[in-house]
């Protein structure tokens, strides 16, 4: 008969799995977990804060967003909330690919106004983390899809802010055409970096 593996011994397989590989910009980090897979499916821990905080991250989250988009090309971003009510983000996708970018607005940075890019997709099974003190958007890459991420502050209307997706200071190379891509109201009226308000510390 075969002998089943502790559930103690399961848990630091999986710990194990994780990998975090810092982007150019190191405070932005990309993550993979593992999944297991076999004629049923797959099984992953997308996220265990012990695994995380065993490799250096040492986060709480209070929610978690979800966020559907039927078409190619919608553009959510870029956006951030200011102190008290920061939020470090750990973002993944469900479904389809996204075009993730992550801008620098600490404002004693030495890479201020700097930003790292990164494809994520539900094929790649990798997340992006963007800590607090970085402006936030993506790009949709597929039709339908979805991204889930999870934050350490709540929403904040009153702490709501963002940077124009288009500012030519970020010098940002999205991957498809203005004319394709779809934002809100909102998202087009946001300011520039220079105008941008209650930016980090």
């Not at 790649?124 to 991204?147: C, R």
Request: hydrophobic content about 45%; aromatic content about 8%; charged content about 20%.
């Amino acid at each position: 008969m075969r002998m089943r593996r502790p559930l103690s011994m399961l848990a630091s397989f999986i710990m194990a799995a994780l990998t975090v590989t810092p982007l150019a910009i190191p405070a932005v980090k990309l993550i993979v977990t593992q999944r297991f897979g076999d004629a049923r499916g797959f099984f992953s821990e997308t996220y265990s804060q012990q695994a995380f905080a065993d490799a250096g991250i040492e986060l709480s989250f209070v929610q978690d967003n979800h966020s559907r988009s039927p078409a190619l090309g919608t553009l959510r971003g870029l956006h951030y909330q200011s102190a008290p009510f920061a939020q470090d983000k750990l973002v993944r996708v469900t479904r389809g690919r996204i075009f993730d970018v992550a801008v620098d607005i600490r404002l004693n940075s030495p890479t201020f106004g700097r930003h790292v890019t990164a494809e994520i997709s539900a094929d790649a099974w990798n997340q992006i983390l963007v800590p607090a003190g970085f402006a936030h958007g993506f790009v949709t890459l597929e039709p339908d899809t979805e991204v889930v991420y999870k934050v350490s502050k709540p929403y904040a209307p009153a702490h709501d802010h963002g940077i124009l997706w288009s500012d030519p200071a970020l010098d940002i190379v999205w991957p498809l055409a203005r004319s394709t891509m779809t934002l809100s109201d909102k998202d087009m009226r946001h300011p520039l970096l220079a105008h941008a308000k209650a930016l980090s510390e």
